[in-house]
Nanobody, 117 residues
Framework: QVQLVESGGGLVQRGGSLRLSCAAS????????MGWYRQAPGKQRDMVAL???????NYADSVKGRFTISRDNATNTVYLQMNSLKPEDTAVYYC???????????WGQGTQVTVSS
């Protein structure tokens, strides 16, 4: 089991920045991938950014060049640096950790990000 706790959400104006943090309750060194997903009202939950245990990253097209995911195995924390935020980035952002086959799959409680125009 892994408990994930997100923080760093809030209200920001268009063009602003936020950094989300996801603290894991145990070592993330052996976890295959960790990532950030988001869900806007009335929409499905979509992948925003992923990072594997060897540092490979993957981003949704809508955030490429603006968001950066990173992981610190020493502190068991994953970060999402979000720059040049747009109103369409408004959503609840969830941290996820999963094994390669998704047999192990853990979610945080989510943190709200609101971008005003």
């Amino acid at each position: 089991q892994v408990q994930l706790v997100e923080s760093g959400g809030g209200l920001v104006q268009r063009g602003g920045s936020l950094r989300l943090s996801c603290a894991a309750s145990r070592s993330i060194f052996g976890i295959y991938a960790m990532g950030w997903y988001r869900q806007a009202p009335g929409k499905q939950r979509d992948m925003v950014a992923l990072i594997t245990n060897i540092g490979t990253t993957n981003y949704a097209d809508s955030v490429k060049g603006r968001f950066t995911i990173s992981r610190d195995n020493a502190t068991n924390t994953v970060y999402l640096q979000m720059n040049s935020l747009k109103p369409e980035d408004t959503a609840v952002y969830y941290c996820n950790a999963h094994s390669r086959t998704w047999v192990e799959n853990f979610w945080g409680q989510g943190t709200q990000v609101t971008v005003s125009s």
